[in-house]
């Protein structure tokens, strides 16, 4: 989890799904080369080994671990948001930070492991629930409140530490829609 640590955004175009919730702005893009993207993560980075979140849309239909070496190469940390419908091709190199945020049930998942996992709360489809994702391979387990009431996901976390033991499983806040950090973020 990088919550509140600053990090560099690269969202990329293209979903392979079409949530009918979703809020992202994909569909409209710019197309630029590996070399271009490096040199734009630059100029905007505040220092060395800054993180690069690359979200999308669904990044892993358009990068592979050739990609992210590149991006470690030039300086930064690369982390992968996904939606585990895509494996990811590490191609020999070291394993990036992956958060899986599962919108298909757990047995249409393809990647095989995640660093984070984040599921949304209250569920957006009885199949995707912390404990369908239970033996899912995870080193992070997190509840995203949907809306900004945290309530249903603070009632569901303490179901979930009498199934599974304290703090198994976390809340994890979406910081950027907060209003109050909204203005801090443009
Ligand atoms: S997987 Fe994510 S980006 Fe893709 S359609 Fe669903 S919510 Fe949007």
């Not at 490096?38 to 980075?45: D, E, F, G, V």
Request: charged share 25%; proline share 8%.
């Amino acid at each position: 989890m990088r919550i509140g640590q600053p990090s560099l955004f690269l969202r990329m175009a293209h979903c392979n799904l079409s949530c009918d919730f979703c809020d992202t702005e994909f569909a409209d893009y710019l197309e630029f080369s590996l070399e271009e993207i490096i040199k734009i993560l630059q100029a905007k980075s505040l220092k060395f080994q800054m993180p690069v979140v690359i979200t999308g849309g669904e990044p892993l239909l358009q990068i592979d671990g050739d990609f992210v070496e590149e991006l470690r190469k030039a300086g930064f940390e690369p982390h992968i948001e996904t939606n585990g419908t895509v494996e990811y091709d590490a191609c020999g190199h070291a394993m990036p930070f992956i958060t899986m945020s599962p919108k298909v049930p757990c047995d249409q998942i393809k990647l095989k492991s995640c660093h984070t996992l984040k599921v949304l709360w209250p569920p957006i489809s009885p199949e995707i629930t912390p404990e369908s994702f239970k033996d899912y391979p995870a080193v992070c387990r997190y509840l995203q409140p949907v809306s900004g009431d945290f309530a249903p996901a603070l009632k569901k976390l303490y179901e979930l530490d009498g199934l599974f033991g304290t703090d198994y499983w976390k809340l994890s806040p979406q910081l950027h829609k907060m209003n109050e950090l909204k203005d801090l973020l443009k």
